[in-house]
């Protein structure tokens, strides 16, 4: 009977050793595991505090791209009244070229006068009467 008692106790102990040895390891790995938990939400934290921040930048950046917008539109409106003064001034400028061009025909028409060399009238000279 000592026999059987022995080994009944013994299995007892070892059946005991093994759930204590089960527990600490387990309670170790649930350190483990709550330390990665504490430090992903650390992470977690620091991640929506600099999203805020981005989000913040982001409607920043959207309003300064529609000011750019809005004086794009317009810069293109000013370029088109440029061009379309461009336009009208080119015609007075085309017309005052045609009008110089005409003025300048006119004027090469027109005698200098030089073909007409007057030659002065000789008198008679009062000796030769």
Known sequence: MK??????LGSIIGFI?????QVFSTGHKHVVVVEENTSLTNENKALTSE??????????????????????????????EVIGDLDSTKSVVQKIKKELTDEKVTNARMSSGDEFDFQPIKLPSEDGN
Do not use: F, P, W
């Open 51 to 80: 999203n805020k921040g981005l989000k913040t930048s982001v409607a920043s950046l959207e309003a300064k791209n529609e000011e750019l917008v809005e004086d794009k539109a317009e810069m293109q409106e000013m370029v088109s």
């Open 17 to 21: 050793g093994i759930t204590c040895l």
């Open 3 to 8: 026999k059987n008692k022995r080994i009944i």
